[in-house]
């Protein structure tokens, strides 16, 4: 019977967690503050030092932390449309690779020089800190309906979706560097990266098509094909990992893949994948709060503070111009890019290795880690959108542009059906007429239901519902917004045109 109760305790203990955190989601959101940061501290506050929770099982840590960024970067890469990359890939491609070594050895010597530790301690603490996290920005970007210019946020996406196993092979290159006292040889080094990256690559591109063919071939009841897609993405960053790649870049591929792909019941992928993502974030931040304990953070509270200042204020600016001085990006966007260098659960889940592995001194990593990631999440998280706005790179928006209603067709890819709302200015009243690829299916009229020749003319308050090829969708939101939204909704279709003052209009017309 102990063991029986033991179990219900669990388990009422875990639900009340979760309902904690959703319930502090919303104080969170009223107050403006970006959500991991609220997840991060109600575990502390729920821990040793508060509630009394004692949590210190870093194998299981490293497990949950595995487990939820397997889930949150499929779900990044699914939601990234590869027209993205048009502009995007090399200048993301460089501050992942470059701007990740830059970084850590910006911050490393900080690290030297604030904690008064080794040369290759504090570049370690650098490479766990290095990379900006997918996780936080994905989250807190969509979390907080922030739409950013095309070109900016596919670099910020790219970036963080792909620096990670720069990152990792640099903080596990160092692990093992100070475990065997500097035996480790440079050929070993670049020969363990190209594998990561080779096979995270290919791995993450076959598992994709894997995972779209198996939605697609297999007839599943509709409430399977979510399920299938994320355990799909589960097993290939195991299985990557098992192979000596990286699980972050091959789930993150994966993802885009699968994503930009004709997919059976893609809409209710995206919906419970929506759903997973959520419950990973706050899981993986209550825990990694619990393990936390705020009294052993005193000692070293001031000079891993000033790491972060250091990552925040110098090595992450220095590293993006760097990075990015031969792309062209305006004084703005590179001011954005600069100051959105979120770190989040990635660093935290770098700096268990160290303990996993019991190196000396390996708690001082992973204190100065976690205070790291909380000044980023407090300072850059929070500030989010008054940077966006300030460095003019925001697309502002009330609401999405139009309340699409997407229906699975079984065993269709080709089209799908999608419902609009005929709002009486919308501009398929004032003269715009859906294209012809657009096949009018039904319309809903006064809770009557009419064939498009029954109906005629749209009325205001119709709701009508077209057959749509899925890449043009976006097109007939255009149609059925209201005027401010049109607007908007034509914005982030066709993006903005921009170019410097001082250009020569004769430079302009050649374009």
């Known amino acids: 019977m102990e063991q029986l109760d033991f179990s219900n305790w669990l388990l009422l203990g875990g639900a009340l967690l979760v309902l904690v955190g959703i319930a502090s989601s919303l104080i969170a959101t009223r107050f403006g503050a970006p959500l991991l940061l609220v997840f991060l501290l109600l575990g502390m506050a729920l821990g040793e030092d508060g509630f009394g929770i004692t949590f210190s099982n870093y194998r299981l840590t490293y497990f949950l932390g595995s487990l939820a960024l397997a889930v949150i970067l499929f779900d990044g890469g699914l939601r990234t449309r590869m027209s993205s990359f048009r502009g995007a890939l090399a200048p993301a ?106 096979t995270g690559a290919v791995l993450g591109g076959i598992g994709g098509r894997a995972i779209a063919a198996a939605l697609n071939r297999l007839a599943l009841p509709a409430g399977l094909h979510p399920l299938l897609a994320v355990s799909g993405a589960v097993a290939l960053f195991g299985l990557t990992g098992l192979l000596g790649g990286s699980g972050f870049l091959a789930v993150y591929l994966a993802g885009l893949v699968v994503g930009n792909r004709p997919v059976r019941a893609f809409a209710n992928v995206l919906s419970v994948q929506d759903a997973a993502t959520w419950l990973a974030q706050l899981v993986m931040f209550l825990v990694l709060g619990l393990l936390i304990t705020p009294s052993s953070l005193l000692s070293l509270l001031w000079p891993a503070l000033g790491v972060a200042a250091v990552l925040m204020f110098v090595a992450r600016p220095i590293a993006v111009l760097l990075c990015l001085a031969p792309f062209r990006f305006r004084r703005g966007e590179l001011g954005f890019v600069s100051w959105v260098g979120l770190r989040g659960a990635v660093g935290i889940f770098l ?118 090829p899925p890449d043009r969708v976006v097109r007939l939101d255009w149609l059925f917004a209201e005027p401010v939204e049109a607007r908007e909704a034509e914005r982030e279709v066709f993006g903005e045109f921009t170019f410097d003052g001082d250009v020569p209009l004769g430079a302009l017309a050649e374009f």
Do not use: C
């Open 351 to 468: 700096a268990s290795i160290p303990m996993l592995v019991g190196l000396p001194d390996a708690e001082t990593y992973f204190n100065v880690a976690f205070v790291v990631v909380l000044a980023s999440l407090l300072v850059q998280g929070w500030s989010l959108t008054a940077a966006a706005n300030f460095f003019r790179v925001a697309l502002e928006r009330r609401d999405p542009p139009s309340r699409r209603i997407e229906l699975d067709l079984p065993g269709q890819l080709e089209f799908e059906m999608v419902g609009y709302r005929v709002a009486s200015d919308s501009a398929v009243l004032h003269g715009s007429r859906p294209p012809g690829w657009a096949r009018p299916a039904l319309v809903v009229r006064r809770e009557t239901v009419l064939t498009p020749e029954q109906a005629g003319a749209l009325e205001a308050e119709d709701y009508a519902y077209f057959l749509a």
């Open 93 to 198: 491609g460089v501050l992942a690779t470059l701007g990740v070594l830059i970084t850590t050895l910006l911050t490393g010597s900080a690290a030297h020089y604030l904690l008064g530790i080794s040369w290759p301690a504090g570049l370690l603490i650098g490479a766990i800190v290095a990379s900006t996290d997918a996780a936080a920005v994905f989250f807190l970007l969509r979390a907080g309906g922030l739409h950013l210019q095309k070109r900016v946020g596919a670099t910020l996406e790219i970036e963080s979706g792909s620096n990670d196993p720069f990152a990792v092979f640099l903080t596990v290159l160092l692990v093992a560097w100070i475990a065997s006292h500097g035996e480790m040889g440079v050929g070993e080094m670049l020969v363990s990266l190209g594998q990561q990256i080779v």
